[in-house]
């Protein structure tokens, strides 16, 4: 269970970020596993679900990466969107 006031969000977080940092909403990617993640995938301009994430992410995502950790989705994520450099 997350317990948060109702204008508190990992979308209004990266917003926040984002805007600090003068980024667009094109240059930000957000990887998340759970539906408390939704804001965030969709204040991202690429919303990565991993492979065990709940099925209401999958189906905002633009893309579904390997499990995080233990198949190295993280990585996969960033090298699909990033390239190796």
């Known amino acids: 269970m997350d ?23 094109d240059e930000v990617m957000a990887i998340g596993d759970n539906i408390n993640d939704k804001d ?3 204040n991202a301009g690429i919303g990565v679900a991993v492979a065990n994430a709940s099925e209401q992410l999958k189906q ?7 499990s995080p950790v233990e198949d ?3 990585a996969e994520a960033i090298t699909k ?5």
């Open 3 to 25: 317990i948060t006031s109702s204008n508190t969000s990992k979308g209004n977080a990266l917003n926040l970020l984002r805007e600090y940092l003068r980024l667009s909403q």
């Open 40 to 42: 965030m995938l969709q």
């Open 60 to 66: 905002i995502a633009s893309y579904i990466t390997t």
């Open 72 to 74: 190295g989705g993280f």
């Open 81 to 85: 969107y990033l390239g190796e450099e």
